[in-house]
């Protein structure tokens, strides 16, 4: 079964940074592209970041592209948001995704903004 | 960048209607088009890929269809179960997602 499990969120002045990770199980990971997509509170889904399968091709999106890194380990099957010069419009629930349709989905982590 | 646009912002429809959600591209993206079911409280679920692949274990009362710039995501017979927010997804050039349509009961 495929399972794509969050975390590192939480409350963050703004400015500050963190870390997201993103652990995978039940596929090869290392075969597949991986996204990270966030939505804020009551808003609709915002792509932010795609990383390829060995990490040759990365992609952000304008609103985070500069503050946000995306990253993955292989060998630990895990996928990262590093997020700094944080604002208070990337308040929301940041999900991990497959690539290959967004096919599957963690159930994604939230991340709170705010002094 | 491509925007996508869907219509209505809001539905609301009984129960065993047909009901029809709209999606528009602001440039071609051929058939790169996904549609996505999201819940209350709930991670999306794939519904829909590459425009009219029904994705596996969902029901056959959807379906979707389009090419271009046009497309429209269909519930033939309207269910309880069906209540959520529903996305569309372009992936031809980038990655961009719609709006949302919020389908209620009336």
């Known amino acids: 079964e495929v399972q794509l499990v969050e975390s590192g969120g939480g409350l963050v002045q703004p400015g500050r940074s963190l870390k997201l990770s993103c652990v995978a199980s039940g596929f090869t990971f290392s075969n597949y592209g991986m996204n990270w997509i966030r939505q804020a509170p009551g808003k609709g889904l915002e792509w932010v970041a795609y990383i390829s399968s060995g990490s040759s091709y990365i992609y952000y999106a304008e609103t985070v592209k500069g503050r946000f890194t995306i990253s993955r380990d292989n060998a630990k099957n895990t996928l990262y948001l590093q997020m700094t010069s944080l604002r208070s419009e990337d308040t929301a629930l940041y999900y991990c995704?497959?690539?290959?349709?967004?096919?599957?989905w963690g159930q994604g982590v939230m991340v709170t903004v705010s002094s | 960048d491509i925007q996508m646009t869907q219509s209505p912002s809001l539905l609301s429809a009984s129960v065993g209607d047909r009901v029809t959600l709209s999606c528009k591209a602001s440039?071609?993206?051929?058939?790169?088009l996904n549609w996505y079911q999201q819940k209350l409280g709930e991670a999306p679920k794939l519904l829909i890929y590459?425009?009219?692949s029904l994705q596996t274990g969902i029901p056959s009362r959807f379906s979707g269809s389009g090419s271009g710039t046009d497309f429209t995501l269909t519930i033939s017979s309207l269910q309880p179960e069906d209540v959520a927010t529903y996305y569309c997804y372009q992936y031809n050039s980038g990655w961009t997602f719609g709006g949302g349509t919020k389908l209620e009961l009336k």
């Open positions: 590459y425009t009219n």
């Open positions: 995704a497959r690539q290959e349709q967004l096919r599957y």
């Open positions: 440039q071609n993206i051929y058939k790169y």
